[in-house]
């Protein structure tokens, strides 16, 4: 196995209006090459420049990259700093009144909080942890739904230093406990009931559940946020209302003050193996991570509306909701829900409402609401839109077109943003301003990022042919360890296989003749017929791009002659078919794969369902559809699965 073979074809491209370039923060490829040639000539002075320039600082840091105990490396490592400061208190002069967060619960009701009031909650709530004896170095987990108080509580963490650990609402008490387990929290931070989708959630009881289970001793307090009116079963001064804890409390906070290199967050990210990794993140480092990609991918200037729809249970909820665009004094929308409910117009409705400019989604979240009203959009006024986003999976064509013409009206760039929990923030994305789109790639690192698409000796491959993901030297934002276990984090992420000196993302990746990144999916996912390594990702595109499919996932499974055959999972745009119409659909798409991109990438075993399985933040999981294909009986933990049920459907041969 040496390179991997690129079987898409995509020759589209889309450059930014005149009026869009002339406007941007950086504006034209001569802005983006001269920032590339800046940090080529003098790495350190290049970062260093953005972190004066964008970070306020408490005590200026005179080192910037410490690479003495490789690959631990330290920035900024004698500044002095603290996050919730950057993020609120220094824009209080001028944007006191700004609106920091427009906030829409899973009901449609809608609140506006401004910089100051945000700052107010925010030192409420940081006294009230204080008064918990919770300072910094203390783990918190936060177990809450979104809206406001989540970004409070996280805030208010980083005000007095102590390190949080997000979980996300849809989790289990299992994996509750395993955080809680792994950090040695003393508090937790959770609400009685979450809303979503107009079910309640029961966040409270799940948390009272994993404090039975073991290794949960640590935890001293429970922090309860009344978010609706249902109880919550109290166990007396362990408990506490969030209400009660802020009473009397004084409205002003002095922030701690941190060493640039000391932890800001951890957040748990499951490998394809072994249990959920801890990454651990830096408050100097992370937040110029955030901090810049924020104001150079999406744009952001005053009078921007921006919507990122993530959950903050997710790295993309955590940079670009809580810190990239608070750090940056940007208004913008937060909701509570799903984007179906009440309707398949809730997005658009938003957008409209809320005179939205930059919106920030993932494509599984497109392609859902593509099968379910194509021509919803049309019906709303969506002209605010200026900048598009997608996050979290790699994008097909097909449904980047779809998001380019009737969700943006061919006007506004889309930002296809590779990045990882690991990396921190954004790595490679199109600067919209500067870099023209093609659909299906994630275009050009940013200025800073070193990336490379390499073989197995760490050679570069040549363009067209695929190989790892890799950046070739540390950036602040990247993660600094994995909590607990500094051998692992060793070995994932700087294996010796590059000699210790490449970050290996875990990601496959191709370049075309422009330069252009088009990520092909996880290494893990790679499938080899008949001696030809193929990625997922352009097999999934070549059937989405069929007009009857809405989505589709593939895997491989072992086979006599070729190794690995395909066998792709299909969600239809209609009714999910049964009986002969499923076998005659089969047969169609399989002939269309072959057309579409040749015979060795055709599938021979197909199979429908009405939904794939998915982890809640909405990447398939392709573990679980190996074993389907291959007939065995599931294993895995499919306790996070969003819809368990269609399994049976997926498992059931034509
Ligand atoms: C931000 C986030 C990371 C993995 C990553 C990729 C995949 C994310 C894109 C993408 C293609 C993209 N963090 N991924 N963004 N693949 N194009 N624009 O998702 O830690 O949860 O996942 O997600 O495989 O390694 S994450």
Redesign the pocket.
């Given at each position: 196995m040496s390179t991997l073979e690129s079987i898409l074809k995509e020759t589209r491209s889309f450059s930014p209006s005149d009026d869009f370039r002339q406007k941007a923060i950086v504006s034209g490829m001569e802005s983006y090459n001269t920032l590339c040639e800046q940090a080529n000539q003098d790495y350190e002075a290049f970062w260093a420049n953005l972190a004066r320039e964008l970070i306020t600082w408490h005590k200026p840091f005179s080192r910037v990259l410490d690479d003495s105990a490789a690959p631990f490396f330290k920035w900024f490592d004698d500044g002095e700093l603290n996050v919730s400061y950057n993020c609120l208190d220094r824009h209080l002069a001028q944007h006191g009144h700004s609106t920091a967060i427009i906030f829409e619960a899973d009901d449609g009701k809608v609140s506006h909080v401004s910089y100051s009031e945000l700052h107010r909650r925010v030192c409420l709530f940081a006294n009230g942890l204080k008064s918990l004896n919770i300072g910094k170095g203390d783990r918190v987990i936060i177990y809450m739904p979104m809206g406001v108080e989540a970004v409070v509580a996280m805030q208010a963490c980083a005000r007095i230093g102590a390190i949080h650990s997000v979980v996300f609402g849809g989790f289990s008490a299992g994996a509750v406990r395993d955080r809680i387990a792994d950090t040695a929290a003393r508090l937790v931070i959770t609400a009685n009931e979450g809303l979503r989708g107009g079910k309640s959630v029961p966040l409270k009881a799940t948390v009272d559940e994993a404090l039975t289970l073991e290794g949960c001793d640590t935890v001293e307090h429970v922090v309860v946020y009344q978010r609706t009116n249902g109880g919550a079963h109290w166990q007396e001064g362990r408990d506490i209302w969030w209400h009660k804890l802020i009473e009397g409390q004084s409205e002003q906070c002095e922030p701690e003050w941190m060493n640039a290199e000391d932890p800001l967050f951890i957040l748990y990210?499951s490998g394809s193996t072994g249990k959920p990794k801890g990454i651990q993140h830096s408050c100097g480092g992370y937040l110029l991570g955030a901090t810049n990609s924020f104001r150079w991918v999406f744009d952001y200037k005053p009078g921007d509306v921006y919507w990122c729809t993530a959950d903050v249970g997710?790295?993309?909820g955590h940079s670009y909701i809580c810190y990239g665009p608070l750090a940056n004094a940007a208004t913008q929308v937060i909701f509570e829900g799903i984007p179906t409910y009440p309707d398949a117009a809730r997005f658009w409705r938003m957008i409209e409402q809320h005179k939205v400019s930059i919106f920030y989604t993932a494509p599984t979240a497109i392609r859902s609401l593509i099968k379910l009203g194509a021509d919803l959009p049309k019906e709303y006024d969506l002209s605010s839109l200026r900048l598009l986003g997608?996050?979290?999976?790699?994008i097909n064509p097909e449904a980047w077109m779809w998001y380019y013409e009737t969700v943006g009206g061919s006007r506004c760039p889309i930002v296809?943003?590779?990045?990882?929990?690991?990396t921190g923030s954004i790595q490679i994305a199109p600067l919209p301003g500067a870099v023209a789109t093609k659909p299906g790639s994630?275009t050009l690192p940013l200025p800073g990022v070193i990336a490379d698409i390499v073989d197995e000796s760490g050679a570069p491959v040549e363009p067209g042919s695929g190989g790892f993901l890799v950046i070739k030297k540390p950036f602040p934002s990247l993660v600094r360890t994995i909590w607990n276990d500094p051998e692992r984090f060793k070995k994932t992420y700087f294996p010796e296989e590059f000699n210790g000196q490449y970050y290996l993302?875990?990601?496959s990746a191709h370049r075309d003749e422009n330069g252009y990144v088009w990520?092909m999916?996880?290494v893990d996912d790679v499938l080899n017929v008949s001696g030809h390594r193929l990625g997922t990702m352009e097999i999934e595109s070549a059937l989405v791009a069929n007009p009857l499919v809405a989505e589709a996932a593939v895997v491989g499974k072992p086979h006599d002659v070729k190794g690995e055959a395909v066998v792709a999972f299909v969600v239809l745009k209609g009714a999910r078919p049964t009986g002969e119409a499923a076998k005659k659909m089969a047969a169609e798409l399989k002939n269309w794969v072959a057309h579409e991109i040749g015979k060795i990438a055709q599938p021979d075993d197909i199979r429908f369902g009405e939904n794939l399985p998915k982890t809640r933040?909405g990447?398939i999981m392709r573990r679980l559809l190996r074993s389907i294909a291959k007939g065995e009986a599931i294993t895995q933990d499919t306790s996070t699965l969003e819809n368990p049920q269609i399994l049976d459907q997926l498992a059931e041969p034509l």
């Open positions: 990210t997710w790295i993309t997608t996050v979290g999976e790699p296809d943003t590779w990045w990882q929990t690991e994630c993302a875990g990601d990520i999916g996880r933040s990447k």
